[in-house]
């Protein structure tokens, strides 16, 4: 059985920083796409970043040179730098897998298989 389990959000200041870490169990994931999403009350669900196995990555316009992904492969975890946050910012952050071996990274939704619960990061002004 596959379970992402998200960790390291919290309350922070504008301009603070977080890491969030999303450890994958049930599979081994060095070879799949991981990602990761937020959610806001009332709004729908938001690509923030796609790394493949090499480490080739893609952002969200919003989090672009402010987040970067990456990953431990020997870990089967994915982890998210956050930097120079804003109130914006406040969501549910979510981890994804692919389900498939592939180069190629989307930011749909659909494209991601397993997901994690969440974990609430919340950026006070």
């Known amino acids: 059985q596959v379970q992402l389990v998200e960790s390291g959000g919290g309350l922070v200041q504008t301009g603070g920083s977080l890491r969030l870490s999303c450890a994958a169990s049930?599979?081994?994931?060095?070879?799949?796409?991981l990602a990761w999403f937020r959610q806001a009350p009332g709004k729908e669900r938001e690509f923030v970043a796609a790394?493949?196995?090499?480490?080739?990555?893609i952002y969200g316009d919003s989090v672009k040179g402010r987040f970067t992904i990456s990953r431990d492969n020997n870990k089967n975890t994915v982890y998210l730098q956050m930097v120079s946050l804003k109130p914006e910012d406040t969501a549910v952050y979510y981890c994804?897998?692919?389900?498939?071996?592939?180069?190629?990274?989307?930011?749909?939704?659909?494209?991601?298989?397993?997901w994690g619960q969440g974990t609430q990061v919340t950026v006070s002004s």
């Open positions: 994804a897998a692919d389900s498939a071996i592939r180069v190629g990274l989307a930011s749909s939704v659909n494209r991601y298989d397993y």
């Open positions: 049930g599979r081994t994931f060095s070879r799949y796409p």
């Open positions: 790394i493949n196995w090499s480490g080739g990555s």
